[in-house]
């Protein structure tokens, strides 16, 4: 009988449907909003933020969508989440995006180390009128913090234009 219990939990935790890797991000697909801001997000901006509640992503039903509705200049605009007291190793990255005009939304791994930034990783892949799923593998090295940046353009020419985010997932692959 002892044999038994230990093979079915064996089973149990080894099954694909029960070995799910655990998403690092709090709030991943911006459901959660505390009053105009989504819950767990820093939004230092002074652009349009809304929730997308029809966004309809391969299940996922709700995004973040950001319209710009000023000129904020040469400096990406963002929404971050911190995680800390990370130890290092390595991590996956991966999200979707969709912006009405091509470029607008990016997004970008900043690694910190007490209050200093060691490292920025971009995201190679561009926005655009579809919603596109991009990933990144990265190493931690020394950073004891990683921001995860959903960024956008809001130079002038960006004025009226959306971009939009969600299915944001952040795990540990070591």
């Known amino acids: ?40 997000w820093v939004v230092p901006t002074n652009q349009g933020i809304t929730q997308i509640t029809n966004a309809s992503v391969e299940g996922v039903p709700t995004a973040l969508q950001v319209e710009v509705t000023q ?56 926005s655009g009128p579809e919603w596109t799923l991009v990933s990144m593998e990265f190493e931690a090295e020394d950073a004891d913090e990683i921001q995860i940046l959903c960024r956008y353009l809001q130079t002038s020419e960006f004025i009226g234009g959306t971009g939009a985010f969600t299915k944001l997932k952040l795990v540990r692959i070591d």
């Open 1 to 40: 009988m002892k044999t038994l219990a230990s093979l079915i939990a064996t089973l149990l935790v080894t099954s694909p449907l029960f070995a799910q890797e655990e998403n690092l991000l709090k709030n991943p697909n911006f459901e959660f909003w505390n009053d105009t801001k989504p819950a767990d």
């Open 71 to 126: 000129d904020g200049g040469e400096n990406l605009g963002e929404i971050r989440q911190s995680l800390t007291r990370i130890t290092g190793g390595k991590y996956r990255f991966e999200g979707m995006f969709v912006s009405s005009k091509p470029g607008l939304a990016v997004f970008m791994i900043k690694l910190r180390k007490g209050s200093a930034e060691v490292k920025r990783l971009p995201l190679k892949d561009k």
